[in-house]
T-cell receptor, first 115, second 120 residues
Framework: AQKITQTQPGMFVQEKEAVTLDCTYD???????LFWYKQPSSGEMIFLIY??????QNATEGRYSLNFQKARKSANLVISASQLGDSAMYFC????????????FGAGTRLFVKA | GAVVSQHPSRVICKSGTSVKIECRSL??????MFWYRQFPKQSLMLMAT?????????EQGVEKDKFLINHASLTLSTLTVTSAHPEDSSFYIC????????????????FGPGTRLTVL
């Protein structure tokens, strides 16, 4: 069975500093995709970054980077130069690349950026 | 990115009534749409996979007769919460896959803005 684990219910970071949000996963599928989404208080799901299981390099999207360690089954999100607007809920997710392409989500981490 | 809309964005209803939530892909075709449920301060839980022209596939523990899903066209899926009760109050989010994308990419699934259901 597939599983996504986010062990940090809440995180604090000082504005302009970097922060790492942890995510580990479990799957027996050889092909899968890993995602991070941001959910502000409005509820919308905002796509941040994607990592494919066969990608050799870690994904980067602006201030977001994904530290992908396949052997450890971890996909941590690094946000550099935190901004006040980064305060939100962050979800790690995994998509199966077969059998319906279902995506499952971790429990989420609430990030608080302090001025 | 592509746009997915949901209607209504917020609904309040009396216990025992049925509520229909629409999910539309505005600028792309979506053979597959997903329905999620999110309780306050919790994660998104996949309820069902909606396939155009066929029956939805429900996740374990989700009542098919309670949550009716219809995917009648490539741009519209509906979720009907039948005989709603206060415990059905939740945030319902849909997502749609762009079927034009032949290669699995990160941007092939787009989320709607969500519908907040409150059952009194």
């Amino acid at each position: 069975a597939q599983k996504i684990t986010q062990t940090q219910p809440g995180m604090f970071v000082q504005e302009k500093e970097a922060v790492t949000l942890d995510c580990t996963y479990d799957t027996s599928d050889p092909s899968y995709g890993l995602f991070w989404y941001k959910q502000p208080s409005s509820g919308e799901m905002i796509f941040l970054i994607y990592q494919g299981s066969y990608d050799q390099q870690n994904a980067t999207e602006g201030r977001y980077s994904l530290n992908f360690q396949k052997a450890r089954k971890s996909a941590n999100l690094v946000i550099s130069a935190s901004q006040l607007g980064d305060s939100a809920m962050y979800f790690c997710a995994m998509r199966r690349n077969t059998g319906g392409f279902k995506t499952i989500f971790g429990a989420g981490t609430r990030l608080f950026v302090k001025a | 990115g592509a746009v997915v809309s949901q209607h209504p964005s917020r609904v309040i209803c009396k216990s025992g009534t049925s509520v229909k939530i629409e999910c539309r892909s505005l600028d792309f075709q979506a053979t597959t749409m997903f329905w999620y449920r999110q309780f306050p301060k919790q994660s998104l839980m996949l309820m069902a996979t909606s396939n155009e022209g066929s029956k939805a596939t429900y996740e374990q523990g989700v009542e098919k007769d309670k949550f009716l899903i219809n995917h009648a066209s490539l741009t519209l899926s509906t979720l009907t919460v039948t005989s709603a009760h206060p415990e059905d109050s939740s945030f319902y989010i849909c997502s749609a896959r762009d079927t034009q994308e032949k290669v699995l990419k990160y941007n092939e699934q787009f989320f709607g803005p969500g519908t907040r259901l409150t059952v009194l």
